[in-house]
Every structure is written in C-alpha cells, then in structure tokens.
C-alpha cells in the first residue's frame, strides 16, 4: 500500500498549478535560470537563500537560512513538494573545510529536512566532475568510473552518495560539465584574458571538450522533475567541441586575434600545482589545466531518452549569448 500511496502522491504533485519547489542556491549562477525555468511553467517556487535578495518581487517566497545550520532553514521546507538542492560552494582549489560544511555537511540537513517533511523528490546539482579527467575520446556516460580529482569534485560526489542512503527520497542528479553563458563568472574571466590578449592555450588545443549552458541546465533539471519517478543520475550537455573551435569563435565574436601562445600540458599543470600552495588566488591551477587540456566528451544520451532533453544552445548561440552579456558590462 505505502508504494501505491508514493505512487499517487507523485502523480498529484506533478500538477504544475499545486506543485510548490523549494530551491536552494536560487540566486546565484544557475540558480537564477532553474527559478526563470520554473516560472515559466507555472511552478510555485520558495528559494532558500542566506540573504534577502529576491529580483523576481511576488512570484516568489523567499526564506532565509543558512544550509549548514539545521534551525535556521528549518521552516523553508514546511508545505514542500519537491526539493531542488542546487547551493554549493564551488572552488578548484584550497577551502576545504568550507566546501565540506557546505557541500556535504549542508547537503545532509537537506536530506534530513525532507525525510522530516515528508518530501520524497529532490533535484540535486552535482557536477560531471565525479568523473575526473580520464582524458578519453570515448564518451563518458552516467556510469563511468567516479575518479575526482580536486575537493570540490569529490566533495560533489559525497553530495550524491549522502541522497543514495535515503532511499525513502527519489533523488535525481544532474551532473552538468563546463558551465558557460550570460552571468557566470567563469565566462567573464574566460572573455577577460581573451580581451586583454593573455590566453595561452594549453596543449595543441585540439582536445575535445563538452559544454553547457545553464539554461540548459536548468530546463534538464524541470524534465527530471516532472519525469524521472525513479531517481537516476543524468548528464547535461549542450554541445562539444574542440577548444580550438570554441576559443576561435569566441575571438571572432568578441573582435579579437585568436590566441596564438601555446604551453606544454606538463608545464602548465606543474606551474598550476605551484601557484595553487604559494598563492592565495592562483590565475592558474591543476584542475584548469585538466579542465582545459583533456579530453572529455559527456554523453547526454540517457537525459534525451528518458527525459526527452534536447540542448537549445549550441556552439554559436552560446558563443553569441556569453559575448552579448559581456560587452553590456
């Protein structure tokens, strides 16, 4: 009876017009497009953030709190249908214990709140890097080998295995590549240096790389929503590239010489794994390197069959979306 009972209980609650979603990290980065894509479809959506800051006025409900301190987020998940857990603390170097507390630390009040609110479907925003650089041109799906390599990767991968043990929740995973476009930090630094002419690329640059848009990100996030009743792990993906290709149109976009500078993979890495223990904001370090340099091609086939996900960005309108936003700075 209890499995007949979920059952009925998902089918109701997928109704966009009863359905409300709590979503963690709503104002930042991805977060802000997971909260445009919910409201686009009618959702009601409650966003959980440290501050205040609400840019969309009535459409949403804001509770403040902080993720890694049960009693101060514990109200913001009263009358919760389904859980998107996107807030983390994303760095590719040092922090560790900050990346801890709240990337797996606040990630298991997360799960906690929903088995004390009855909350059985969560949305969790992981990151293809669980899978490390294995530097294959065989693409890597949803049950390739975990092998992260830096804290916030493996601290991502801790996020996944904390929701596995609550079988009581269906969690879906969404594990996005590199994230590109229209108010991400990494697109300004990335536009920044080909600006200013101080881009070496790593390599010969014709490694094969994968990329996503959050728009992207966050439309797969609403399909697993409303039609992964199971609670399965999906990659994201809006197009791959070499980084040739993808530094070339960017140059072309934006008006400026295609970098011409090129640094041995060794040396780079190395010079990354130095920076990263004497400086306190190193320009480069050994994920960036790997980032930038390997190859790795993310196969979205499970999200387009399942989820019927199908990118709308490609190459040229995420070059196009990122350029746009960053001369409008």
Not at 202 to 210: A, P
Not at 228 to 256: M, P
Not at 295 to 323: C, H, Q, W
Request: hydrophobic share 35%.
């Amino acid at each position: 009876m209890k499995g007949i009972e979920q059952k009925i209980k998902y089918v109701e609650t997928t109704s966009h017009i009863s359905m409300k979603i709590l979503v963690t990290g709503g104002t930042g980065f991805i977060g802000s497009y997971i909260i445009e894509e919910l409201l686009e479809h009618d959702y009601h959506v409650r966003i959980l953030t440290r501050g205040s800051t609400n840019k969309w006025g009535d459409n949403i409900e804001v509770k403040t709190g902080d993720i890694t301190k049960f009693d101060t987020i514990r109200d913001a998940f009263e009358d919760i249908d389904a859980v998107i857990h996107n807030a983390a603390y994303a760095m590719d170097y040092g922090r560790k214990r900050e990346m801890y507390k709240v990337n797996v630390l606040g990630t298991e009040n997360i799960a906690k709140l929903c088995i004390e609110n009855d909350i059985d479907r969560v949305v969790y925003t992981s990151s293809a890097g669980v899978y490390g650089f294995p530097d294959t041109k065989e693409p890597i799906t949803e049950d390739s080998p975990k092998k992260p390599l830096n804290y916030y990767q493996k601290s991502k991968l801790l996020g996944e295995q904390i929701f596995s043990r609550y079988k009581e929740i269906k969690t879906s995973t969404i594990r996005p590549p590199l994230v590109f476009g229209a108010g991400g930090i990494g697109t300004k630094i990335l536009l920044d240096r080909l600006a200013n002419n101080s881009m070496i690329i790593i390599g010969d640059g014709n490694n094969i790389i994968s990329v996503v848009h959050p728009r992207d990100v966050a439309r797969c996030i609403r399909l697993a929503l409303e039609k992964d009743n199971i609670g399965r792990a999906f990659n994201v993906v809006s197009f791959t590239s070499t980084i040739n290709d993808f530094i070339g149109k960017l140059a072309e976009r934006l008006d400026v010489k295609k970098p011409e500078k090129h640094v041995s993979f060794w040396i780079a890495y190395i010079t990354g794994f130095l920076l990263e223990h004497l400086s306190k904001n190193p320009s480069i370090t050994r994920f960036r390197v790997k980032t930038l340099a390997t190859n790795r091609e993310i196969s979205y086939k499970r999200a387009e069959e399942i989820l019927g996900y199908k990118p709308s960005f490609d190459l040229d309108k995420t070059v196009e979306d990122m350029v746009k936003w960053y001369v409008n700075l």
